[in-house]
Structures are given as structure tokens and as C-alpha cells.
């Protein structure tokens, strides 16, 4: 009888658990299975650490777990060595293969950046020798300018001495005209003797 209550109270405590609950036992190197709910039971095995198992009961009080391993064994261990993750041991496979990725997409993108950098280091080393082309070029198109305003500059000053010699020309080409004229009308009748008057009038 009082086997009979034992077992029913062990029943009462254990709380059943979907078959497709897949847990995972944690980064310990393993974990013994037991016959029932402690340590007190006999130990029918080991669970490594990593190895997805599957929770079919649980018992709060004892803390324990009754799970089915991967090799279709049933037992129960502590439930401090069950986890919702999969171990390090598991997903260490996974981490480095992502690990790898992450470092060849790294590896592109600075084989990338440093094709983009060079290209735009080439590309401002052309813009540089054009810009010191033009700079040059504008350079000299200044000095051409300048040069061109002196010369229009001298053409104009010599334009109004020219203007200013002709001018003076026209005065005194005119100055001697009229001089001459009136020298020639004073002069004129001392050149051309006057005729003698006849007494009755008749040269």
C-alpha cells in the first residue's frame, strides 16, 4: 500500500510534455539518466552535452526531467542541464561556417572599397592635371588680354597725336594760305606797272 501511494505521488507531480518539445543538454560534458526523479534512482546512462532530447515528463519539486535521448532511450536527469538552445558544441559549426561568410563578404567589400578608392584617387588625379591645363591656359589667356589692352591702349594715345598733328596741319596750312593771299594781294600791285593816262582819254 504504501508503494502504491509513493508511485501515486510521484505520478501527481509529473507534469507530461509534448512529444515534439525538442530540448537540448547544455554545455556540460554529460549528464546521467536515471530509472526516476533522483539521484536515488539507478543510473541507466549518459547524455552528452549538445545531444537534442525530448521532454515527456517533468517533476518541479525534484527537479528533474524525463526526456528520450537520440539513441529512443527514456530517463530522467536534472532539469538544470536542459536547454531551450542548442549548445555551443552544436551551433560551433554553424557560428564558424557564418564566421567564414561574414569574412569573405568583408574580404569583397575591401577588395571593393579599395577598387572604388583607386578608381576615384585616378579619377581626381585627371580632374587635377585638366584644372592645372586650364589654370594655365586661363593664365594665358589673361596675359593675352592684357597685352591686347596695352596695344589698344597705345593705338588710341597714338590715334589722338595723329589726330592732334593733322589738326594742327589744317591751321597752319590755312595760316599760310591766307598769309600767302594777303602777300600776294598787297605784293600785286607793285608787280603789274600802272599804264599812263593819254590827254584825251585814249590809252
Partial sequence: MKRLLSTLAIFLLVAPYSQADTKYISDELFTYMHTGPGTQYRIIGSVNAGTPVTIVATNAKEGYVQIVDNKDRKGWIESKYVTSQPSLRTRYPELEAELKQVKQELSTAQG???AQTKDLIESLNQ???QLQVL??????????LNDDQEEIRALRARLDTQKD???MRYFTYGGLVAGGGLL???LLPHIIPRRKKQPNGWA
Fill in 135 to 144: 589654370e594655365k591656359k586661363t593664365s594665358e589667356l589673361n596675359q593675352q
Fill in 165 to 167: 598733328d593733322l589738326l
Fill in 184 to 186: 600776294f594781294g598787297l
Fill in 112 to 114: 571593393d572599397a579599395q
Fill in 127 to 129: 580632374r587635377t592635371v
